[in-house]
């Protein structure tokens, strides 16, 4: 258990409708990412936040896509008119600050757009 | 831009054979290299990192990797695989430059055959 949760587990949406997933690291993760995940590939890095600011975007990142980090703790990720192309497991990260760059995962949310 | 790749997509190895996984990345400064693994339906797990120090890296579970600066190249090494070592593995890497953007290879599916 890496003390990283994330709901929904499952999410299935229309094309076109909002979502937003969240993330609960532990207390001491005061650094936390989101990353997107499709089959076949590796983690693709979406967003980074320490404590609540953000203060990396990938240039990848849509504009219907937005992360928030309010108080530092939990965190979401909210995409606006879904598309299909946006089905994918959604990834949260977080580790401690400093010298240490270990990141703990948690389950991921799966997203399928119909 | 940082990159990681990691070669072949699928390995299959025999119970108590050598796990060889290989991973090659490019960075212009120092990196800090990291190795996870995601069993089905689950997160990615920290397997080892190497950030500065000793070049050879010991992780769980048996499993550990070299930093060969001149290889530019972090492979992942077990002696002896296990059936339970059956997972997705993946190599990433991020530096003091990369703004705590950590890139992922494409991952490795390692087989374990009985």
């Known amino acids: 258990d890496t003390g990283v949760s994330q709901n929904p587990r499952h999410k299935i949406t229309k094309r076109g409708q909002n979502v937003t997933f969240r993330c609960d690291p532990i207390?001491?993760?005061?650094?936390l990412y989101w990353y997107r995940q499709t089959l076949g590939q590796g983690p693709e890095f979406l967003t980074y936040?320490?404590?609540?600011?953000?203060?990396?975007k990938s240039r990848l990142l849509s504009d219907r896509f937005s992360a928030e980090r309010p108080k530092g703790s939990f965190s979401t990720l909210e995409i606006q008119r879904t598309e299909q192309g946006d089905s994918a497991m959604y990834l949260c990260?977080?580790?401690?600050?400093?010298?240490?760059?270990?990141?703990?995962f948690g389950p991921g949310t799966r997203l399928t757009v119909t | 831009a940082q990159s990681v790749t990691q070669l072949g997509s699928h390995v299959s190895v025999s119970e108590g054979a050598l796990v060889l996984l290989r991973c090659n990345y490019s960075s212009s400064v120092p990196p800090y290299l990291f190795w996870y693994v995601q069993y089905p339906n689950q997160g990615l797990q920290l397997l080892l990192k190497?950030?500065?120090?000793?070049?050879l890296v010991k992780g769980i579970n048996g499993f550990e990797a070299e930093f060969k600066k001149s290889e530019t190249s972090f492979h992942l090494t077990k002696p002896s695989a296990h059936m339970s070592d059956a997972a997705e593995y993946f190599c990433?890497?991020?530096?003091?430059?990369?703004?705590?953007?950590?890139?992922f290879g494409t991952g490795t599916s390692l087989t374990v055959i009985p």
């Open positions: 990260a977080a580790g401690k600050g400093g010298s240490s760059y270990e990141q703990y």
């Open positions: 190497y950030t500065t120090g000793a070049t």
């Open positions: 990433a890497v991020t530096d003091l430059t990369s703004g705590n953007q950590f890139y």
């Open positions: 207390s001491e993760h005061n650094r």
């Open positions: 936040f320490q404590n609540e600011a953000q203060l990396e």
